[in-house]
Nanobody, 123 residues
Framework: QVQLVESGGGLVQAGGSLRLSCTAS????????MGWFRQAPGKEREFVAA???????YYADSVKGRFTISRDNVKNTVYLRMNSLKPEDTAVYYC?????????????????WGQGTQVTVAS
């Protein structure tokens, strides 16, 4: 059974950094487009970043220049480095996998999801 397990969330002060990890089992990340989404209380789940299997990366405008998505195919893990965090980045962050997908910013297009990790940015 495919599993995506996120880790690395926590409480951080505004301006601080965190690195989220998403480790996959029974799924080879190199064959998948991998995305990060987030959901704040009372809001819709929104796209954050994607690393496509074809090699392209995409970011939401709100995180561009602050967040970096990367992957380690040997470790079968995807990362989201988050710098210059703001209180509005507070949310549950989800990792998702999309088999050779290109529609990177549409949550419904993704095949598998992790359970999420909480990120809280204090002002």
């Amino acid at each position: 059974q495919v599993q995506l397990v996120e880790s690395g969330g926590g409480l951080v002060q505004a301006g601080g950094s965190l690195r989220l990890s998403c480790t996959a089992s029974h799924l080879t990340v190199s064959s998948y487009s991998m995305g990060w989404f987030r959901q704040a209380p009372g809001k819709e789940r929104e796209f954050v970043a994607a690393d496509l299997w074809s090699g392209y990366t995409y970011y939401a405008d709100s995180v561009k220049g602050r967040f970096t998505i990367s992957r380690d195919n040997v470790k079968n893990t995807v990362y989201l480095r988050m710098n210059s965090l703001k209180p509005e980045d507070t949310a549950v962050y989800y990792c998702a996998a999309y088999f050779r997908g290109e529609t990177y910013n549409i949550a419904q297009a993704y095949d598998f999801w992790g359970q999420g990790t909480q990120v809280t940015v204090a002002s």
